[in-house]
C-alpha cells in the first residue's frame, strides 16, 4: 500500500484545476474531512502517525512551547517572526515526539518506507519521490509506503486559488502519479492532501492597538486559528472588542470549550496539549484572514471551510485478483 499526501491539494482545489475525466477526478472514491487545524503541521503529523491534534500536539505553523515560553516556528525551528533558533535543540520534536506509522510496523517486523524530501534518502522533487515507491514496490513482500511532496501548498499561497501556475503543476503531478501507478503491480494507491485553500483578504492584528495591548503574547497556531493568550483582567474588554471588529467572520471561543467539543479530536489529550493553548481560540468562518507577523499570502488554511477542510480520496487500485 503506498499513500501519497500532496500539500494544500483540497477538494475544492482539484474541482477547480484539473479536468472531470482526468486520472484524479474519474479516480475519486470519495471525500473525508482535515483534522483540525487544517494545516500541514498538523494533518501531515496525523496522517504519519493515525493520531489526532490532541493527541500529538503538533498543532500549528507556529506554536508555544511553555517550556521555554516562546513561540516557535515549528518545522523550522526558530522564534516565531524570526531566523533566530529557538533553542539548540528541535524543540518540537524533544517536548513531543512521536513514533510514526512507518517506525511501528517495521519495529513490528513489517517492511514500512518513506518517501519525502525531509527523510532518507531525501528525494529532491516529486520525479524522484515517485522513482523511489517504484524501486521499493518492487521488492518482495507486502509494504506500506507513506509519501508527501509539498505542492501545490506552496504556489497557491504565493499565487492564489485561481492561478494558472497551480493548473500546471496539478497536471503535471497527475500525469506523473498516474504513470507511476500503471507501473505499479499488486499495489494500492492512494492520493490524498493534509488540507485544501482559500484566497482571503487580510488584516494585521497589530492595525488593532486596542486589541494587540490585550495580548501577553503574540498569536501563534495559524492566521486563521488564532491562539490567544488574553491578560486577565482585560478578557471582558477583548471579547467585546474582538466581536465587534471581526464577529461576522471569526468566531471566537474560550479554550476550555474548544477542548470540551473535541475540536482538535478525540483521544487521551497529551500531556504538553493545554499548556500550549492560551484562553481564547479565534476561528475563521469566512474569508478574512488575521496575520500577526509580516508574512502575506494571496491563499490561506488552517480553518474550519469546506475549501478548507474537504480532502480527496483518490484510488488506483492494482490489486491481484485471488
Not at 520525479?127 to 521488492?139: G, M, P, Q, T, Y
Not at 485544501?196 to 486589541?211: C, E, R, S
Request: aromatic share 10%; with cysteine.
Amino acid at each position: 500500500m503506498v499513500l501519497f499526501l500532496l500539500d494544500g491539494m483540497g477538494v475544492k482545489i482539484l474541482e477547480k484545476h484539473l479536468k472531470e475525466e482526468g486520472a484524479f477526478r474519474s479516480h475519486l472514491a470519495g471525500t473525508t474531512q482535515s483534522v483540525f487545524l487544517s494545516t500541514t503541521v498538523a494533518a501531515t503529523v496525523s496522517a504519519i502517525t493515525g493520531l489526532h491534534p490532541c493527541e500529538h500536539s503538533w498543532l500549528g505553523w507556529d506554536c508555544y512551547y511553555p517550556s521555554i515560553d516562546r513561540n516557535v516556528t515549528v518545522f523550522l525551528n526558530v522564534i516565531q517572526g524570526t531566523d533566530c533558533p529557538a533553542a539548540d535543540y528541535h524543540v518540537a520534536n524533544s517536548v513531543t515526539p512521536y513514533e510514526s506509522v512507518v517506525e511501528k510496523l517495521n519495529k513490528a517486523g513489517h517492511q514500512a518506507y518513506d518517501a519525502m524530501p525531509f527523510a532518507p534518502p531525501f528525494p529532491g522533487d516529486a520525479e524522484a519521490i515517485c522513482e523511489r515507491i517504484k524501486r521499493l514496490c518492487r521488492n518482495d513482500g507486502k509494504k506500506y509506503i507513506y509519501a508527501y511532496w509539498n505542492q501545490p501548498d506552496g504556489l497557491l499561497h504565493r499565487y492564489g486559488c485561481e492561478a494558472e501556475i497551480v493548473t500546471q503543476e496539478l497536471t503535471y503531478l497527475e500525469e506523473m502519479i498516474t504513470a507511476m501507478a500503471s507501473e505499479l503491480e499488486d499495489t494500492l494507491l492512494i492520493v490524498t492532501a493534509d488540507h485544501g485553500h482559500i484566497d482571503t483578504d487580510v488584516v494585521y492584528l497589530k492595525d488593532y492597538p486596542a486589541l494587540w495591548e490585550c495580548l501577553e503574547r503574540c498569536p501563534s497556531l495559524e492566521p486563521r486559528v488564532l491562539n490567544l493568550f488574553v491578560k486577565e483582567e482585560r478578557k471582558e474588554f477583548f471579547v467585546k472588542e474582538f466581536n465587534k471588529e471581526f464577529g461576522e467572520k471569526f468566531l471566537l471561543m474560550p479554550m476550555e470549550d474548544v477542548i470540551a467539543k473535541n475540536l482538535m479530536g478525540t483521544g487521551k489529550n497529551h500531556e504538553q496539549f493545554r499548556q500550549m493553548l492560551g484562553n481564547y481560540l479565534a476561528i475563521a468562518t469566512g474569508d478574512l484572514t488575521i496575520l500577526f507577523t509580516e508574512e502575506e499570502f494571496k491563499s490561506m488554511h488552517g480553518s474550519i471551510t469546506e475549501d478548507e477542510m474537504l480532502i480527496p480520496l483518490i484510488i488506483f487500485d492494482n490489486k491481484k485478483e485471488k
